[in-house]
């Protein structure tokens, strides 16, 4: 193994150094699993280790018949990969899936090479791109969570710490357990830092709803375009990457609707599959941003060979977060390249109103503003009312919190056409009136 390619961490995270770590890429098929599939899954996890910044020397599927309870595969399998990697000069073994502490620290011993399961891959992207102090504290507080059952992948070496006095000193604690409680405490110090964030977040979160815009999230598979649409719509520079999960931190811009107002749209963190449970939870504040938003825009990556998994994926991350039956556009975005005509005629069979397009082509943006409208405009309907002259406060309460788009002062009163958010039509309902 290179002179530095790996150090362990007090998280017990293997840490890449993007220029001397050679990592081989396995992927388990189970029986009955489609080729096709797992490809889409090594394609997937390729990229994946890319944009962590290690070397991929060789790649491998392997088929799984039985599985092993010791090492996840037999150790005819096992001897195999061994020599494959060493023949391929790799520093690491990557494995599609999570593996269990204890399988993965006997591969490790086994093989004599560091052994690296996705949910650590995502772990560590996460960790390289967290940039606000929230993302910091959640990435923190997930690698943290990670480690605290594979602490023995670190500490099995150490001999225990002697305690008491004197003369009476019993066995005292061992490292393991003196880690632990370290890890223990710093995951309580993280929580703790993290409820004051969240606290934050949702004093600005109340804000954003009492106030007059109507509010979007663009969701989606990671690395579908959401971010490029985000610039296109609200001709702004959030950060684009041709990477997987350039965008941890929510970021929200203005977005002028074709026939006049505005929104505000946020750009959300990418979705993947079987994403860590550690950073779902984590992230949770981060992502159910698209809870709090009036409508949902969901993007879909027309090039990704295995589209309809990662809608499906998608939509079962929206339905964790209590999303479901939110109002959405579905926007197919890649259509320049797509990679399969039939995963994208049934997405527009089975969701009326969806848009097929292409941001690189500016297609189909036209058509997806119209649907924004239509939404903004649902939530925020128009509606006219006839204020007394002596409601003035009913006036400045709609100029506070909705758009004007007409106001006249005539003899019966002051008559008010205005967009507003749902939440106050109840309260103005005994001044309504017909636009007739």
């Known amino acids: 193994m290179p002179k530095g390619a790996f150090s362990i961490t007090d998280t017990t995270l293997i840490q890449i150094d993007q220029l001397q770590t050679k990592a081989f890429v396995v992927v388990i098929r189970p029986q009955g699993e489609e080729i096709r599939r797992s490809q889409a899954r090594l394609e997937e996890l390729l990229s994946l280790v890319q944009t962590m910044g290690a070397e991929i020397v060789s790649s491998l599927v392997i088929p799984l018949r039985e599985t092993n309870a010791a090492t996840l595969i037999g150790s005819g399998k096992v001897a195999e990969l061994d020599a494959l990697a060493k023949e391929a000069g790799a520093d690491c073994i990557i494995f599609d899936r999570d593996l269990p502490p204890r399988v ?33 504290l959640q990435v923190a507080l997930a690698r943290q969570e990670y480690s605290l059952p ?53 004093i600005q979160r109340k804000s954003r709803s009492n106030g007059t815009l109507p509010t979007a999230a663009i969701v989606g598979y990671t690395n579908a375009g959401k971010s490029s649409l985000l610039n296109l719509l609200s001709k702004s520079d959030v950060l684009v990457e041709n990477k997987l999960f350039a965008t941890l931190d929510p970021t929200t811009r203005k977005v002028a609707l074709p026939r006049g107002g505005d929104m505000l749209i946020s750009d959300t963190v990418g979705f993947v599959s079987d994403l860590p449970h550690q950073l779902v939870d984590a992230f949770k504040s981060t992502l159910e941003e698209a ?8 993007v879909v990556d027309a ?9 499906e994926t998608t939509m079962k991350v929206l339905s964790s977060l209590g999303c479901e039956g939110k109002p959405m556009v579905v926007f197919i975005n890649k259509m320049d390249s797509p990679h399969n005509e039939f995963s994208v005629a049934k997405i527009l069979a089975d ?12 297609r189909g943006i036209a058509e997806l503003l119209n649907a924004m409208e239509i939404m903004a405009h649902h939530s925020h309907p128009e509606s006219t009312y006839l204020f007394p002259h002596s409601r003035g406060d009913l006036v400045a309460l709609v100029r506070n919190n909705g758009t004007i788009i007409d106001i006249k002062y005539i003899d019966e009163g002051v008559a008010v056409t205005a967009r507003l958010p749902a939440r106050l039509l109840s309260k103005l309902e005994p001044f309504a009136r017909s636009e007739g």
């Open 104 to 136: 993965q620290r006997n591969l490790e011993q086994t093989m004599d090479i560091a052994v690296i399961d996705r949910q650590e891959v995502i772990l560590q992207i996460f960790s390289d791109r967290a940039a606000t102090k929230e993302a910091v």
């Open 150 to 202: 594979r602490l023995t992948r670190k500490w099995t070496h150490l001999s225990r710490q002697r305690g008491g006095t004197k003369g009476t000193r019993g066995e005292g604690e061992t490292q393991l357990e003196i880690d632990r409680r370290i890890v223990l405490n710093k995951i309580t110090v993280l929580k703790d830092e993290l409820k004051k964030v969240e606290a934050q977040r949702a």
């Open 291 to 298: 809870r709090y938003d009036d409508f949902i825009i969901h």
């Open 303 to 311: 090039a990704h060979p295995d589209m309809l998994q990662c809608f």
């Open 351 to 362: 969701h009326p109103g969806s848009i097929a397009g292409s941001v690189r082509e500016q």
